[in-house]
């Protein structure tokens, strides 16, 4: 992975600063563990004006088949509801296409 795409909603009114976007390697959880950073992907971070768009470029590219996770600090926005970001990321190769990786729904309630 060359480059990893969020897609943030115009709704989501929080400020993300991209000192507080963290890459990570992830330790996946379930049932009797959490899931968590185990070590960090130096990357650079861009958010763009309006809060839309999170871009994340690896110092290095990140290998096939490693669980990796993102880390956003920040404050809950003040309108509560259903928020979906998505996620994209791009490979190496001729052709600069990204592919879709998922999405998070998350919810905040009054």
Known sequence: MLKLAISVPKDFDAYIDPKNVELCYMLRGGVTRKTECQKMIPSVVEVNKEGTAIEIFPNEPVPV?????????????????????????????DVPISGYLGSWVIEISP
Request: charged letters at 5%; glycine letters at 14%.
């Open 65 to 93: 088949g490693r669980s990796i996770g993102v880390r956003i600090q920040l404050n809950n926005p003040y309108n509560p509801g259903m928020y979906q970001f998505n996620a994209l990321a791009q490979a190496p190769g």
